[in-house]
């Protein structure tokens, strides 16, 4: 082979490895050559030929081992139906999934604010059971840009006057295009836990949303929930809240209801939904712990027995109801105040709209700073703790993953439709 025409296929061949690479996830099965050994004289001289100079055989035998090492079969290039198929995704990070675990310190061992507890990091345990489940049951796991569109980092961010710090994952596999996890940590003060899984648009199914938080270690609020699509839970590609409802009926303390005062129970909220509001600390692992694992396991084996679509129109719809879904979460994120508060209104706004819920269209009115205030009466407060899902206001669709005091970057959209 001509020199020339070597570096032609360095060229070529890097690209082709770029757009491999450049959307997540990789294809499955890709197999790289292994490198070539040739053995080597010091009397080895090769012409070019167009050249009448030497070249050392050594060298040229490097160059092709380096072309050989990212050379990839055609048939281990991304499958363009499928990219086509999975709008929304974000670019792959060049981190592996165990080096993004350990961002910024992660998991966390002690607390950035004041504590006199003996277990500061409070939802810390849900951060690391997740994670192990999602590296062990996910197709092609990896971690994917935590960055605005404005390529602006969010992945941590800490006020020390204040003594608050945020962290931020994002992840992707073959089953979800996004999932997005965030801690806030303030000592006693404020914890929370929030992740949002976005399934494959493939895949007609609610979005798993997740919000623990403590406030003083007094006040607690959990919220866990498969939010729906549609309207109906018909509309899904299969029904689940059948599925949740043995799951929801083993705890009690679990059954409470939202106030309307940010959200709309007609939207993005199942009838399942996993809330309460508490002020006893044990029910965080008596009850809280295991549901929470309960209801993250059931997603997985939904979007894993769900047949993905096939009609590009199917999945351009569902693709379209997620950004419907983000638009309605960031306008009502009842978290912005806090985010505006700690790190700043400009930085919040980048956040929220660009990061946590990155499918979102910016509202004219800006975010939503009001504090807080989930109402409705906690189970306790209602006969035999079950009647509580009928008293008080109603939870709203959307809040699950709405009130996310969470975290993602919004990824830079390579939307294909």
């Given amino acids: 082979m001509k020199p020339q025409h070597l570096l032609a296929s360095v060229t070529v061949l890097s690209n082709q490895c770029f757009l491999g690479d450049a959307f997540s996830p990789p294809t499955q099965g890709v197999r790289v050559s292994t490198r070539r050994s040739r053995p080597s004289s010091d009397a080895a001289r090769l012409r070019m030929e167009t050249h009448d100079d030497p070249i050392d055989a050594r060298a040229l035998s490097e160059l092709e081992d380096r072309i050989s090492s990212i050379m990839v079969p055609l048939n281990g290039l991304p499958d363009i139906k499928y990219q086509a198929f999975s709008p929304g995704r974000s670019p792959r990070s060049v981190m592996s ?22 277990d500061p990091l409070l939802y810390m345990p849900f951060w690391k059971w997740q994670l192990d489940f999602m590296s062990s049951s ?64 493939k895949y007609n199914l609610p979005v798993l949303g997740i919000d623990l938080l403590s406030f003083n270690r007094k006040k607690y609020l959990a919220i866990v929930d498969f939010q729906p699509l549609h309207p109906d839970e018909d509309s899904h590609s299969t029904i689940y809240e059948h599925i949740l409802k043995p799951i929801k009926e083993k705890y009690d303390n679990l059954k409470g209801r939202m106030s309307s005062k940010f959200y ?118 209602a006969k035999g703790g079950s009647s509580a899902a009928h008293g008080g206001a109603a939870p709203k669709q959307g809040e699950a993953s709405a009130s996310s005091v969470a975290s993602s970057k919004k990824d830079k959209v390579m939307a294909s439709k």
Avoid at 161 to 168: G, L, Q
Wanted: with cysteine.
């Fill in 138 to 201: 996910l197709t092609n796991l990896h971690p994917i840009e935590c960055s605005t569109l404005n390529d602006i980092d969010v992945s941590y961010n800490e006020n020390k006057e204040k003594r608050a710090r945020i962290v931020n994952h994002c992840y992707a596999s073959n089953e979800y295009r996004k999932i997005r996890m965030t801690y806030y940590d303030a000592g006693d003060a404020v914890q929370v836990f929030n992740s949002v899984w976005y399934p494959d648009a």
């Fill in 264 to 381: 709309d129970e007609t939207q993005f909220f199942s009838k399942e939904m996993l809330f309460a509001r508490f002020e006893d600390g044990k029910i965080v692992n008596d009850d809280l712990f295991p549901a929470f694992k309960s209801y993250v396991e059931t997603h997985v084996d939904l979007v894993k027995n769900t047949p993905q679509a096939k009609n590009p129109q199917d999945v351009q719809h569902v693709f379209e109801r997620q950004q419907a879904y983000d638009t309605y979460s960031a306008d009502r994120d009842p978290a912005a105040g806090l985010f505006a508060a700690m790190f700043g209104k400009e930085w919040a706004e980048d956040f929220i709209y660009d990061f946590l819920f990155s499918l979102s269209e910016r509202s004219e009115e800006g975010l939503n700073l009001a504090s807080p205030m989930f109402g409705g009466p906690p189970p306790s407060a």
């Fill in 97 to 118: 999934v165990e080096e993004a675990s350990m961002e910024h310190g992660m998991p966390w061992e002690t607390t950035f604010g004041r504590s006199e507890e003996t």
